[in-house]
């Protein structure tokens, strides 16, 4: 099955800095990527998702990079702010017909200092 | 995206007693799972709830542990049965309409055995 390993574990950056989120996965056949962020005590939210006929996409501060021949993305967050401290995590659908059977990452805590 | 009602949000049970959560959308959709999210953890597939027909689920989650219905296209439940400690987690339904796509979570349950 898929596997999504996610590093860093924890991700501590100032206020105005950018911060970058990696994930790779097993699956070569994986064509869905989305990123949710989830603030404690709720449920995680979608904040992007790249297809695998994409390369990046981009959606104001938030911007996903998707490397298919290395099995690798990454979600990009520039001139952070402290609303976005949160855990953030990546997913991947296999390929096939696993569909809306997310495997997820570990999770970034995310912390922005102001 | 879909508004997705999950009850209860939270609860307190006793050891070998069950646990009904419900989880309603406000459309149809083709789509919905249930996921559990062990304390500080990521999220991990239960299983498939399927409209009509027995659920599917996945490696080490069992029928008779989480028993699930789809009477419908907005509806379905998961029972947690014959609880212990190590059930006590947030369970998550998520609801997807293309091809298991953009999925979006309900607010969740919080569940606590003792």
């Known amino acids: 099955g898929e596997n999504v390993e996610q590093h860093p574990s924890t991700l501590s950056v100032q206020e105005g800095d950018s911060a970058v989120i990696k994930c790779t996965y097993s699956d070569s056949a994986s064509n869905y990527f989305p990123w949710y962020k989830q603030e404690l005590g709720k449920r995680p939210q979608l904040i992007i998702d790249i297809r ?4 990046e996409k981009k959606d104001q501060r938030i911007a996903v990079t998707l490397n298919k021949t290395a099995k690798h993305f990454s979600l990009h967050i520039t001139e952070t702010q402290p609303e976005d401290s949160a855990v953030y995590f990546c997913a991947a659908i ?11 990452g570990q999770g ?7 | 995206s879909a508004v997705i009602s999950q009850k209860p949000s939270r609860d307190i049970c006793q050891r070998g007693t069950s646990l ?10 083709t789509m919905m799972f249930w996921y559990r999210q062990q304390p500080g953890q990521s999220l991990t597939l239960i299983a498939t709830a399927n409209q009509g027909s027995e659920a599917t689920y996945e490696s080490g989650f069992v029928i008779d542990k989480f028993p699930i219905s789809r009477p419908n296209l907005t509806f379905s ?13 947030i369970y998550l339904c998520s609801v997807g309409r293309i091809n298991g796509e953009k999925l979006f979570f309900g607010s969740g349950t919080q569940l606590s055995v003792l």
């Open chain 1, 52 to 55: 695998s006929n994409v390369g």
């Open chain 1, 94 to 104: 296999p390929g096939g017909t696993s569909y809306g059977k997310l495997t997820f």
């Open chain 1, 108 to 114: 970034t805590i995310l912390t922005v200092h102001p």
């Open chain 2, 20 to 29: 009904t959560i419900q989880c309603q959308v406000d459309s149809q959709v």
């Open chain 2, 77 to 89: 439940t998961l029972t947690v049965s014959n609880m212990s400690p190590e059930d006590s987690s």
